[in-house]
């Protein structure tokens, strides 16, 4: 039964890093456009980059 | 056909007009701007939604940006509401090319929300210079202030996921201990008292910090003395943790923090969809209203300006160009032209207007610019009559009670009156003591609480409002659904709705010459009687040269000598007669015989088919229209509808609705015109199509999306059907409850069992009303 010692604190210790993640993402805005993200990824394309790189 | 659609906004090419790639200048500018900025790639990245307006590229309008202006010395923002967004591309573009703009440090485009935030520098541009170029590839930017519609709402959402993720993360992490404590019988009472404590360490604030919503709603309920679903919820799940508290001092073999936390997180889920729903309709009939709050030109010393419609003065002078909203009440003072009075009154045909004709604000000019004399603003105006006839129906609408609520009503007074019994048997019978009752009455609450009956309607209407979604029907009000499987009796609406705003011509005896030569007339009006002529002879008829209109009465020009004429009886010079059953367009040529060419209203395709869909599922169906007696006649007999009324002006619409009402019927209104908004705010269920007019919009229940009528009776079934789930639900948490209280009562409930009898009754909630969701088309 001593291995609870490290298992609890470990299960806790994940539960509350994935709580804190998914606070922080709330935080950060990152739910507030979920149909714009989902295409936003498909759309950052060498085009941008390219004529950015141009304009410096 | 032409086959020929300009390539920057997708639209059709005119005929007469000499480019195989572009419908127009501004488009062709669009076009090579976008190339020249390296972002070509749009046009293959992009789709076009055909219920979105399509862009026409225009001048950006001149409006003083200062009020809505925020930000720091040197770095300003402003926040767009975005018109014309069809898709994800459109959002890249947008933000690209307000990005490469000199001066412009920041633009983000939201596109569930359709909001863009725009910082720059002021050192280096002006807003009318960024907002310029997006004018040009024709979206449209409408500045708003982002306190105005700052709501508690969206507060109220994120604050309620931040809960529902720490319970969710409480119930996990408490579960872990339980199930050790359920499977582990052979574990030593320290061991168990030991998780036990370590679970009252991660449950108590996890309730304390989640349970905020339920408490409070419970304790305004109880100061205002009234029994809602939040009183036995919040008293099931602080009686748990404390009891739970108790026990572990005690050392005794069962604890119930799973049970409270869990309750807590399966409750807030349902509390979460349910915001969201409501959310998410308030959301599009907020976007509606500032879309709406546009702007007007005005007269002034310098020329004209453009200023927001609120700030309308009587007496200013408005300029209406060809194709603009009217935007107040006004008597014209300079041009002429004829004015689309549908959405206003529903009549079908133009009204003409000369000098000294009043006007309605929201009628749309349709030939020549127009000087009106604002005579009336603000709540004086027409419109603002409209609105005022739809609040007070709207305040009728909001008293309806939501089977939620009715449910939790009898179930409330039932949970107590229940526990209490428990508590007073077991306090009473001989050989227990009070402790022992106080358990037991705990438990009862414990398993009775709605978990599954707090579900059965959020869940529902989630998946089914996610369903409609894609069948084009968009739900603007929470118990629309609820309301609409209710109904008896379906009212439409003539002009717009059954009908599509277009007309056929329907003499088929008329000598080709003679058409061919109205039709050369014809293309050079927007008149819609001239289009559909044009398009019954040839679409890509070319101009006669030099034709003239002439505004409110007809088009004109010479040919070979003679002066040719297209227009209405006077204006060809025939004595006026009867009134026909149609509508109908003369052609003069010369000293030659006029000819007459009739049209009529053309059905949308499938409306016949929705009215018939209607009455088989036992509806009464009933016309109401404003135009005259002739053609509502002739679209009621088409379609099979019975009883129909003409001539109703708005007033006449509500009140016929509002008698419907008083003999006990439930009505569903579907109609476009904004002289249908107060019946549609009257009537049980206001159900709308996407091209009506924005107030209507604002105030219907349901939006058809594709404006494809076929949707409404689709709609009527689906909502019997999800009431039927949801009653199917209910039946579900109520047969649960009815093993596990008897279970309670006698006082054999364990965590375990309190648990599973939870967890099951709420997944199963969650699946059934699942099965909305994935329901196929044409059940």
């Known amino acids: 039964m001593d291995v609870l010692i490290y298992l609890i604190p470990i299960a806790l210790l994940m539960g509350l890093i994935s709580l804190a993640a998914f606070l922080w993402a709330l935080k950060n805005k990152q739910f507030e456009d979920l149909d714009g993200a989902a295409s936003r990824i498909l759309f950052d394309d060498e085009e941008t980059t390219i004529s950015k790189k141009e304009d410096n | ?779």
């Open chain 2, 1 to 779: 056909m032409s086959s020929k659609v300009c390539q920057h906004c997708g639209e059709p090419i005119p005929a007469h007009f000499k480019n195989d790639s572009f419908c127009c200048h501004g488009c062709a500018h669009a076009y090579k701007l976008l190339n020249e900025m390296g972002l070509g790639s749009y046009y293959e990245k992009r789709t076009f939604d055909d219920h979105i307006r399509p862009l026409i590229p225009e001048e950006a309008p001149k409006i003083d940006y200062s009020a809505y202006t925020e930000g720091e010395e040197n770095i300003r923002a402003l926040h767009f509401m975005v018109d014309g967004l069809h898709c994800a591309a459109c959002v890249w573009v947008i933000e690209h090319i307000l990005e490469r703009q000199p001066g412009v440090t920041y633009a983000r485009l939201n596109m569930t929300t359709r909001r863009l935030t725009v910082k720059w520098d002021q050192t280096k541009t002006t807003p009318e210079k960024f907002t310029q170029t997006v004018f040009e590839l024709g979206y449209r930017l409408i500045p708003y202030n982002p306190e105005e519609l700052k709501r508690k709402d969206t507060a109220e959402e994120k604050s309620l996921l931040i809960c529902m993720a720490v319970a969710g993360f409480a119930a996990a992490n408490v579960m872990l201990f339980s199930v050790s404590i359920w499977s582990g019988s052979d574990m030593g009472d320290a061991t168990k008292t030991f998780m036990h404590w370590l679970s009252a360490l991660i449950a108590l604030p996890a309730i304390a910090f989640s349970g905020r919503p339920f408490f409070k709603a419970a304790k305004i309920a109880l100061k205002q003395r009234r029994f809602t679903m939040e009183v036995p919820i919040s008293l099931a799940i602080i009686l748990a943790a404390l009891l739970s508290v108790y026990q572990t001092i005690q050392g005794a073999a069962h604890a119930y923090y799973d049970s409270a936390i869990m309750l807590l997180f399966f409750l807030l889920i349902g509390r979460y969809l349910d915001k969201r729903m409501q959310t998410r309709a308030l959301d599009s009939a907020e976007n509606l209203l500032t879309l709406q709050a546009s702007f007007a030109t005005i007269k002034d010393k310098n020329g004209s300006k453009r200023i927001p419609i609120k700030s309308l003065k009587a007496g200013d002078i408005l300029i209406v160009a060809k194709g603009e909203h009217i935007a107040a009440d006004g008597v014209v003072t300079n041009g002429y032209s004829s004015t689309d009075n549908s959405m206003i009154t529903g009549e079908s045909l133009p009204q003409q207007v000369i000098q000294g004709t009043a006007v309605v604000g929201g009628c749309i000019n349709l030939e020549g610019a127009l000087e009106v004399r604002v005579t009336a603003v603000g709540d004086k105006t027409v419109l603002a009559e409209l609105s005022r006839l739809v609040e007070t129906s709207m305040q009728a609408k909001n008293k309806y009670v939501h089977i939620a609520d009715k449910a939790s009503r009898i179930y409330a007074p039932a949970v107590h009156l229940l526990a209490l019994s428990t508590f007073l048997f077991w306090f009473f019978y001989p050989n227990t003591s009070g402790e022992t009752a106080v358990i037991y009455a705990i438990a009862v609450l414990i398993v009775t609480c709605p978990c599954a009956l707090a579900l059965a309607v959020p869940s529902a209407q989630v998946a089914a409002s996610s369903y409609l979604l894609k069948q084009g029907v968009i739900l603007k009000s929470g118990s629309a659904l609820e309301r609409l499987k209710d109904i008896d009796t379906v009212v439409f609406d003539k002009t717009g709705t059954l009908t599509e705003g277009n007309f056929k011509l329907i003499t088929d005896d008329a000598n080709s010459e003679d058409l061919r030569i109205a039709a050369s007339l014809a293309v050079c009006s927007s008149h819609p009687l001239a289009y559909s002529l044009v398009q019954a002879v040839n679409p890509q008829t070319k101009a006669a040269p030099n034709v003239k209109e002439i505004p409110g009465k007809g088009l004109q020009t010479t040919i070979l000598n003679h002066t040719v004429k297209l227009g209405s009886r006077d204006f060809c010079g025939i004595a006026a007669s009867e009134q026909t059953d149609h509508s109908e367009l003369w052609l003069k040529t010369g000293e030659k015989e006029p000819v007459c060419f009739l049209f009529e209203g053309v059905l949308r395709a499938e409306a016949t088919q929705a009215v018939q869909q209607f009455q088989e599922m036992g509806f009464d169906t009933i016309l109401l229209s404003g135009d005259h007696s002739s053609a509502v006649k002739a679209v009621a007999q088409k379609v099979g509808i019975k009883t129909f009324f003409a001539h109703q002006k708005p007033q006449d619409k509500q009140g016929f609705l509002k008698h419907l009402q008083e003999q006990g019927r439930k009505t569903l209104m579907i109609g476009d015109g904004l002289n249908d908004t107060p019946s549609l705010a009257t009537a049980h269920v206001g159900m709308t199509l996407a091209s009506a007019a924005d107030l209507t919009r604002v105030h219907a229940d349901i939006i058809l999306q594709n404006n494809h009528l076929l949707a409404a009776p689709l709609a009527t079934k689906f909502a019997s059907r999800v009431h039927h789930i949801i009653k199917m639900n209910f039946a579900f948490s109520i047969a649960y409850n009815s093993i596990a209280v008897p279970v309670a009562i006698a006082g054999y409930i364990t965590p375990l069992l309190a648990a599973l009898f939870m967890s099951t009754s709420s997944i199963t909630v969650m699946l059934n009303s699942l099965r909305l969701a994935i329901t196929k088309q044409g059940r």
